[in-house]
């Protein structure tokens, strides 16, 4: 994935500097999203018959975690509205594929998925979303806790729990009558994503808008679950923009430059295990240990960054405040068990080294 033309670099250059209201603001960062279309985003994750480029998982992660150092909000977007795309790839029919993929890669629609109720959200409770599968249709009642850029979908990848324990994997279109999103939650960090509960009343959506099931649990052995390689890749990303910003402090400060250096080569080894793992398709587990790695090297960059910044990188106009906070977010987006962990027990460990 080349991102060096001169179109691209600045283009990037904009993507960045929008990055705090991006974060800040509670409105849809309409100015980002375009230049993430700009830049080839919208169809990085669609098949090319359906005019997107089918980037390879490798090339699509680094593609990500490039995004994440430029603008986490926007990347963000981008992850929920691919991960939706991948469940639509895996199974949908042919038709209901060039339906929902053509508008997406030309960036005319957005879909986002909303299925942490089926996850890591509300698990000691009884279903947040059922469902009753009929011969022709399909009913939802109850609601989606977390779906980000949920004010501007057209379409929720969703699942929900039938009366026998089972789960189905719907698209719900969000003109469907009984489908209501809330208000905006208000994020620490993020504000920009816009997520916020969806709730379904009763709704009813044709049979053909079914994805997957019933089974026992729909989403196991899905592309993209929990703990996945993408979020990592985001971690990851986040981490490279404070260690560009560690480099060019260590410029004029080289007594930075033994951590800035451990925290660089730390980044790099993990961004080689990621592309390592993607390229072998690996297992859930190996991605979750990598994940809770990534969680605990964006923690200690971003940190890092904010002490060096000192009083001013506790200004709301400096980026090290927004990193600091948007680092938090890894710690409680959709880790399953094992990440949180692994977690956990880093940040219980008195050692510092990287």
Same mark, same amino acid.
């Given at each position: 994935?080349?991102?060096?033309?001169?179109?691209?670099?600045?283009?990037?250059?904009?993507?960045?500097?929008? !990055?705090?209201?991006?974060?800040?603001?509670?409105?849809?960062?309409?100015?980002?999203?375009?230049?993430? &279309?700009?830049?080839?985003?919208?169809?990085?994750?669609?098949?090319?018959?359906?005019?997107?480029?089918?980037?390879?998982?490798?090339?699509?992660? $680094?593609?990500?975690?490039?995004?994440? !150092?430029?603008? /986490?909000?926007? $990347?963000?977007?981008?992850?929920?509205?691919?991960?939706?795309?991948?469940?639509?790839? +895996?199974?949908?029919?042919?038709?209901?594929?060039?339906?929902?993929?053509?508008?997406?890669? @030309?960036?005319? *629609?957005?879909?986002?998925?909303?299925?942490?109720?089926?996850?890591?959200?509300?698990?000691?409770? &009884?279903?947040?979303?059922?469902?009753?599968?009929?011969?022709?249709?399909?009913? /939802?009642?109850?609601?989606?806790?977390?779906?980000?850029?949920?004010?501007?979908?057209?379409?929720?990848?969703?699942?929900?729990?039938?009366?026998?324990?089972?789960? %189905?994997? #719907?698209?719900?279109?969000?003109?469907?009558?009984?489908?209501?999103?809330?208000?905006?939650?208000?994020?620490?960090?993020?504000?920009?994503?816009?997520?916020?509960?969806?709730? @379904?009343?009763?709704?009813?959506?044709? =049979?053909?808008?079914?994805?997957?099931?019933?089974?026992?649990? #729909?989403? *196991?052995?899905?592309?993209?679950?929990? &703990?996945?390689?993408?979020?990592?890749?985001?971690?990851?990303?986040?981490?490279?923009?404070?260690?560009?910003? /560690?480099?060019?402090?260590?410029? +004029?400060?080289?007594?930075?430059?033994?951590?800035?250096?451990?925290?660089? =080569?730390?980044?790099?080894?993990?961004? =080689?295990?990621?592309?390592?793992?993607?390229?072998?398709?690996?297992?859930?587990?190996?991605?979750?240990?990598?994940?809770? *790695?990534?969680?605990?090297? %964006?923690? *200690?960059?971003?940190?890092? $960054?904010?002490?060096?910044?000192?009083?001013?990188?506790?200004?709301?106009?400096?980026?090290?405040? =927004?990193?600091?906070?948007?680092?938090?977010?890894?710690?409680?987006?959709? @880790?399953?068990?094992?990440?949180?962990?692994?977690?956990?027990? !880093?940040? /219980?460990?008195?050692?510092?080294?990287?």
């Amino acid at each position: 994935m080349a991102f060096t033309s001169a179109t691209s670099d600045i283009a990037w250059s904009l993507l960045a500097r929008q !990055a705090q209201a991006a974060d800040e603001e509670v409105r849809w960062p309409a100015p980002s999203w375009e230049l993430v &279309g700009q830049l080839g985003g919208f169809g990085w994750a669609i098949p090319r018959e359906f005019g997107g480029s089918d980037l390879e998982l490798p090339a699509l992660l $680094a593609a990500y975690q490039h995004l994440a !150092a430029a603008c /986490l909000t926007s $990347a963000f977007l981008l992850s929920q509205r691919d991960a939706a795309i991948r469940r639509i790839r +895996a199974h949908a029919s042919p038709e209901l594929q060039r339906e929902l993929l053509r508008p997406l890669a @030309c960036g005319g *629609r957005f879909a986002t998925v909303g299925i942490s109720q089926l996850t890591t959200s509300r698990q000691h409770q &009884g279903p947040a979303l059922t469902a009753d599968l009929a011969t022709t249709h399909i009913v /939802l009642d109850g609601l989606m806790p977390w779906v980000s850029g949920a004010p501007e979908a057209d379409h929720f990848v969703t699942g929900g729990v039938l009366p026998d324990g089972r789960q %189905v994997l #719907v698209v719900l279109p969000r003109e469907t009558p009984g489908v209501s999103v809330g208000p905006p939650m208000e994020l620490m960090a993020l504000q920009g994503s816009l997520t916020a509960e969806v709730r @379904c009343q009763q709704a009813v959506v044709d =049979r053909r808008w079914l994805l997957a099931g019933p089974a026992e649990h #729909v989403l *196991r052995g899905a592309p993209g679950g929990t &703990g996945g390689l993408e979020t990592s890749a985001l971690a990851l990303g986040l981490a490279q923009a404070a260690l560009d910003y /560690l480099r060019h402090e260590t410029a +004029a400060r080289p007594e930075l430059a033994t951590i800035t250096h451990r925290l660089t =080569r730390r980044c790099e080894e993990l961004g =080689r295990e990621l592309l390592r793992l993607a390229a072998n398709r690996t297992p859930a587990e190996e991605a979750s240990a990598l994940r809770a *790695r990534a969680n605990t090297l %964006v923690l *200690r960059a971003t940190q890092t $960054a904010l002490t060096v910044a000192k009083g001013a990188g506790f200004l709301r106009q400096h980026p090290a405040q =927004r990193w600091a906070r948007q680092a938090l977010f890894f710690l409680v987006w959709s @880790c399953p068990r094992s990440t949180v962990d692994a977690t956990l027990a !880093a940040l /219980l460990d008195d050692s510092v080294s990287s």
